[in-house]
C-alpha cells in the first residue's frame, strides 16, 4: 500500500481561498477563479486537493466543501483521462468511504462525484463500485444506505443503457430484485430512492425488470397510499410508465388504477397531482383508452377542470396582479430564442388554407413554460376531447356554464380554457353553441382581468375557423375589431395572445381580411411604436402572416406608405449581429413575396444586406475551420434566413431582380451554401437556385454544370426538406434548359425514381418529386421514358389530389410526351393514368387535346369489347368525367 497523500498546507490555504471567491457574486471575479483553476489543472495532484476539501476537512462550511466537490466533477468530465492512476484511486476510494456522510449535502455531492466516474465510461473499470453500494444498502446506519441509495439512483438515470448490457456481467439481475425489498422499508426517502431507481428500468423495458414485473406491481399497489408525497410521485410515475410498455400487465387491475389516479390528480402535493395528471395525457395515446375510461368520465372531467385553474403561485409568478405593464421594459432572459423554420417549396391541395400541414401545437398560455398541473390538465382535456369527440360533452357542457359566468374571475377563466382546450376534439357538438357563445367570448375580451382578456384571445382564435364560415358582418368583423383592440391593450400578456390569435385568425381569413386591410394596418402600424422588446418579436409574425394570407391584395399604394417605413426603419437600426434580424427578415420575406413590384423601392439595400449576411457568416466560416482556437464557429441562422429572403425578394420581383443579381457574388455564394455541411444551409440555398432560376436564368445558366452534381448528391430523403427543394430546383432548372439538360438526366433519374416508390414518403416530397420527373420528360422523352413502367403508378397516385397549376401542367405534358414515346409502359398501369387525367378541373386546351389522343388510341388499340370490360371497374364518377370530358 503507497504512502497517504497528504495535503501541502499552502496547497490548500490557496485553494480554499479560491473556493472562497468563487462564492462571491462579482462577475470579473468569477472569471478570474475560473482562469486560475485551469491553471491548477496543469498540476497532477491539484485533483486530490478537491477531493480532500470535500471528504475531510470537517472544519470548513458544507457549502465550501460541496462546491470543490462539484469543480472535481466538472474536472473528472473534462479531464478524467489524464488523471494519474493514484490520483483516481485515491478519489474513488475517498467517494467510497464517505458516501455515508452525516451531511445530506455532502452525500449527494459524493453521489455526484461517483456517477460522474461512472458514466465517463469508468463502470467496467471500478469493478467494486456496484457491489459495495449494494452491500452499503442493507447497513443499519441509515446515512449510509441513503447516501448509498442517492449514488445508485444517480448510476441508474445516467447509465441505464450499459447496466443492461453483456459489458458487466448484467448486474441488473442481482440489484433489482435488491431494489424490490426497500419498497417497504421504513424511511420514507429510501422507499423514494428504491422506487426511482427501478423506475428507470421501464420504458427500456429491460429484461431483469420484466422478469419481475408482478412482484413490482404488486409492492407499487402496496405503496399507493403513502404518507409520503416524494413515494406517491415516484409511485404514480411508475404507473404511467408501465401504461406505455406493460399495459397487458395493468389491464386486469384497470379499474382500480383509474380510481386510484383519480384521487392522486387531486392529490394536495401538486407535483404529486401533476404526475398523476400525466396518466391521462399517456391513456389518451392507447387504443383501449375509450374502453377504460367510458365509465369513469363522469368523475375525470370534473377533476381535470378543477386542475385548469390558476394555482395562488402562479399568479405571484405570472404577475398578474399588475394590470398595466406595457411600459416596463422586458428582462432579456425571458426572452425564448426563436427558430427559423427554413423555407421549403410545397404544391397547394383542393380546398386547404395556406398552412395545412405544419399545424402548430397552439400552445397554452406558454408563459410560464415550465410544465405544471394547469397545462397537463389542460393537455388532457384537449387529447381526450379528440378520443371521445362529443361524448364529452355530455359531462362538461353542465359545468362550462357555470364556470364561464362565475363571480370569481380565477373560475371564470379557467371555464375559457376548458372551451379553448375541447375546441378541436368537440367542434362538431360545438357547433349548435356558437352563434350564442361567441358574442360573449368577444365580450369577454374587455374583461377588467388581463389574465382573462389574455386566455380569451386564445380560446376564440381556436375557434376561428367557424367564425370565419359564417358571414363576415356577424362574428368575423366584430372579433377582429376587438383583437385589434387587444393588441393595443395596456397588457404586454393580452399584447401578445391578441397579436398571436390575430396571426391564426389572417391564416383562416386569407383574403377575407381585403375589405378592413387599411383598418389592420393601421393598428398594427401603430403597434410597432408601443411594443416592448418581447412582442415586437411576435408583430414581425402577425405583419407576415397577414401579408402572405392577403398576397398582392397588399401591393396598394396607401398600404405600402403605411407599412414600409417603420419595417425599414427597424431593419436600419438592428445591426448585422442582432438575432431580431430572425424575426424581421422573415416578415420581410412574405412581405416582399406580397408586394412583388410594389417592393421595388426597397429591394435594393434588402438585397446588398441579405447577400453581404451570407458573405460575413461563410468567412466566419472558413476562419473558424481554419483556426478554431482563434474564430468562434459563426450562427448560421443568420446566413439561412438571408437565403430565404433573398428567395422572397426573386418570388416577388421575378425578372426585376435580373439587374441586383448581376451586380452581385450570390452565385459563387450559394456555390458554397449548397456544399455546407449544414442541412438548413443547404435546404435554403436549394430553394434561392429554384427562385432565381424562375426569375433570371441567364445568370444561372452558367454555374448549371457545377450545380447539378451537388443537387444529385443531395437526393437523398432521410433529410425530407434538402431533398424536397433540390428536387423542386432540378425540375425548375430542366423547363429553363429544354433539350440541353439532356447530360444531367443521368445524374438525377435514377434516386428521382427510387424515392417515388419509397414507401412512407411525405405527401409534398412525392410531388415535388413526381412533378420533377414529369417536367425531365417533357425536355428529354427519349431519356426518361424508358423508365416509364418504373414510376408511373405512384406518379399518378401522387399528382392526384394537387390543385390545376404550372408546375402540374409542365408535368403532365411530360408524361403524354413520354407515353408516346413509350405506350408499352403505361399499359398496365392504365387505369391510374385514367384517374390522374380525370384530376384536372381545367386544362389548357392543348393539353386536353392530348389526354384526349392517349385514351382514345388506347382504347382503339384495345378494341370496343375490352374497353368495355376494362372501364367496367372504374369508379362511377371517374367513368361519368372521362365520358364527359373526353367522349370516351
Known amino acids: 500500500m503507497e504512502c497517504e497523500w497528504k495535503p501541502d498546507q499552502q496547497g490548500l490555504q490557496q485553494i480554499l481561498q479560491l473556493l472562497k471567491e468563487s462564492q462571491s457574486p462579482d462577475t470579473t471575479m468569477q472569471r478570474s477563479v475560473q482562469q486560475r483553476l485551469e491553471q491548477l489543472n496543469q498540476y497532477p495532484d491539484f485533483n486530490n486537493y478537491l477531493i480532500f476539501v470535500l471528504t475531510k476537512l470537517r472544519t470548513e462550511d458544507e457549502p465550501t466543501r460541496s462546491l470543490s466537490g462539484l469543480i472535481l466533477k466538472n474536472n473528472v468530465k473534462a479531464h478524467y483521462q489524464n488523471f494519474p492512476n493514484g490520483v483516481a484511486d485515491f478519489i474513488k476510494s475517498e467517494c467510497l468511504q464517505n458516501i455515508g456522510d452525516s451531511s445530506p449535502l455532502i452525500r449527494a455531492t459524493v ?60 448486474p441488473l439481475n ?59 410521485k415516484n409511485v404514480c410515475r411508475a404507473l404511467v410508465m408501465l401504461l406505455e410498455v406493460r399495459l397487458d400487465r395493468l389491464l386486469p387491475h384497470m379499474h382500480n388504477i383509474t380510481e386510484y389516479m383519480l384521487q392522486r390528480t387531486r392529490d394536495p402535493d401538486e407535483n404529486v397531482a401533476l404526475e398523476a395528471c400525466e396518466f391521462w395525457l399517456t391513456l389518451a395515446e392507447q387504443p383501449v383508452c375509450k374502453d377504460a375510461l367510458c365509465g369513469h368520465l363522469a368523475q375525470l372531467i370534473p377533476v381535470l377542470v378543477n386542475g385548469m385553474k390558476y394555482s395562488e403561485i402562479d399568479i405571484i409568478l405570472l404577475k398578474g396582479d399588475i394590470e398595466e405593464d406595457e411600459t416596463i421594459p422586458d428582462n432579456e432572459q425571458d426572452i425564448r430564442p426563436r427558430f427559423h423554420r427554413s423555407r421549403t417549396v410545397g404544391q397547394r391541395h383542393e380546398g386547404e388554407s395556406i398552412e395545412d400541414e405544419e399545424d402548430d401545437e397552439d400552445e397554452l398560455d406558454d408563459t410560464i413554460s415550465d410544465w405544471n398541473l394547469r397545462k397537463c390538465s389542460a393537455a ?95 362574428y368575423l368583423k366584430p372579433l377582429m375589431t376587438e383583437l385589434l383592440k387587444r393588441i393595443l391593450d395596456s397588457n404586454k400578456r393580452v399584447q401578445e395572445a391578441a397579436c398571436s390569435a390575430f396571426a391564426t385568425l389572417e391564416e383562416e381569413a386569407c383574403t377575407e381580411l381585403v375589405p378592413y386591410l387599411a383598418f389592420i394596418l393601421d393598428t398594427l402600424v401603430f403597434a410597432f411604436n408601443k411594443y416592448q422588446h418581447k412582442n415586437l418579436l411576435i408583430l414581425y409574425d402577425a405583419i407576415g402572416t397577414l401579408a402572405d394570407s392577403v398576397g398582392h391584395h397588399l401591393n396598394k399604394p396607401e398600404y405600402i406608405q403605411m407599412l414600409m417605413p417603420p419595417l425599414i426603419q427597424k431593419w436600419n437600426q438592428l445591426k448585422d449581429e442582432d438575432k431580431d434580424l430572425f424575426p424581421l427578415l422573415e416578415c420581410l420575406s412574405s412581405v416582399a413575396t406580397a408586394l412583388q413590384s410594389g417592393f421595388l423601392p426597397y429591394c435594393e439595400p434588402v438585397y446588398q444586406r441579405c447577400v453581404n449576411l451570407v458573405q460575413k457568416t461563410l468567412a466566419q466560416a472558413m476562419l473558424h475551420q481554419s483556426q478554431p482556437d482563434q474564430y468562434e464557429s459563426p ?44 442541412p438548413e444551409v443547404r435546404q435554403s440555398s436549394f430553394a434561392l437556385l429554384g427562385d432565381l432560376t424562375k426569375a433570371c436564368f441567364q445568370h444561372v445558366k452558367s454555374c448549371i454544370a457545377d450545380f447539378m452534381p451537388i443537387l444529385g448528391r443531395n437526393l437523398n430523403p432521410e433529410l425530407i426538406s434538402v431533398c424536397n427543394n433540390a428536387t423542386w430546383a432540378i425540375g425548375e432548372i430542366s423547363i429553363q434548359m429544354g433539350p440541353e439538360m439532356q447530360p444531367y438526366i443521368a445524374v438525377v433519374l435514377n434516386q428521382l425514381v427510387e424515392i417515388i416508390n419509397r414507401p412512407n414518403t411525405p405527401k409534398t416530397l412525392l410531388e415535388n418529386t413526381a412533378i420533377t420527373i414529369g417536367r425531365l420528360g417533357y425536355v428529354c422523352p427519349q431519356e426518361v421514358a424508358p423508365m416509364l413502367q418504373q414510376f408511373i403508378r405512384p406518379w399518378c397516385t401522387s399528382l392526384r389530389n394537387i390543385r390545376d397549376n404550372e408546375e402540374k401542367d409542365s408535368a403532365f405534358r411530360g408524361i403524354c410526351t413520354m407515353i408516346s414515346v413509350n405506350p408499352g409502359g403505361v399499359v398496365q398501369d392504365f387505369i391510374f393514368f385514367c384517374d390522374a387525367v380525370a384530376s384536372w378541373v381545367n386544362p389548357k386546351d392543348d393539353l386536353r387535346d392530348m389526354f384526349g389522343k392517349i385514351l382514345h388510341g388506347f382504347k382503339n388499340q384495345v378494341g370496343e369489347d375490352n374497353w368495355t370490360r376494362f372501364s367496367d371497374q372504374f369508379p362511377m364518377p371517374l367513368k361519368e368525367r372521362l365520358a364527359t370530358f373526353y367522349g370516351v
Open 635 to 678: 450562427d448560421k441562422d443568420f446566413m439561412i434566413v438571408a437565403l430565404d429572403l433573398l428567395s422572397g425578394l426573386a418570388e416577388g420581383l421575378g425578372g426585376a431582380i435580373e439587374q441586383l443579381v448581376a451586380r452581385s457574388n450570390i452565385l459563387t455564394l450559394m456555390y458554397q451554401c449548397m456544399q455546407d455541411k449544414m
Open 174 to 232: 442481482i440489484l433489482i430484485p435488491k431494489f424490490l425489498q426497500f419498497f417497504r422499508h421504513n424511511s420514507p426517502k429510501i422507499r423514494s430512492h428504491a422506487i426511482a431507481c427501478v423506475n428507470q428500468f421501464i420504458i427500456c423495458r429491460t429484461q431483469a425488470l420484466m422478469l419481475h414485473i408482478d412482484p413490482f406491481i404488486e409492492n407499487l399497489f402496496a405503496l399507493a397510499t403513502d404518507e409520503d408525497p416524494e413515494v406517491r
Open 111 to 170: 453521489g455526484i462525484l461517483i456517477t460522474t466516474i461512472a458514466s465517463k465510461g469508468e463502470l467496467q473499470n471500478w469493478p467494486e463500485l456496484l457491489p459495495k453500494l449494494c452491500l452499503l444498502l442493507d447497513s443499519e446506519d441509515y446515512n449510509t444506505c441513503e447516501g448509498a441509495f442517492g449514488a445508485l439512483q444517480k448510476i441508474c438515470e445516467d447509465s441505464a443503457e450499459i447496466l443492461d448490457s453483456d459489458m458487466l456481467d448484467r
Open 380 to 474: 388532457a382535456l384537449d387529447v381526450l376531447a379528440n378520443v371521445f369527440r362529443d361524448d364529452l360533452l355530455i359531462h362538461l357542457l353542465p359545468l362550462l356554464k357555470e364556470l364561464i359566468f362565475h363571480i370569481d374571475w380565477i373560475v371564470k377563466e379557467s371555464g375559457i380554457l376548458v372551451l379553448g382546450a375541447i375546441a378541436e376534439g368537440c367542434m362538431q357538438g360545438m357547433i349548435p353553441y356558437l352563434p350564442e357563445l361567441i358574442p360573449h367570448l368577444i365580450q369577454f375580451l374587455s374583461d377588467k382581468k388581463a389574465l382573462v382578456r389574455s386566455i380569451t384571445c386564445w380560446t376564440l382564435s381556436r375557434y376561428a375557423h367557424w367564425v370565419v364560415s359564417q358571414p363576415p358582418d356577424v
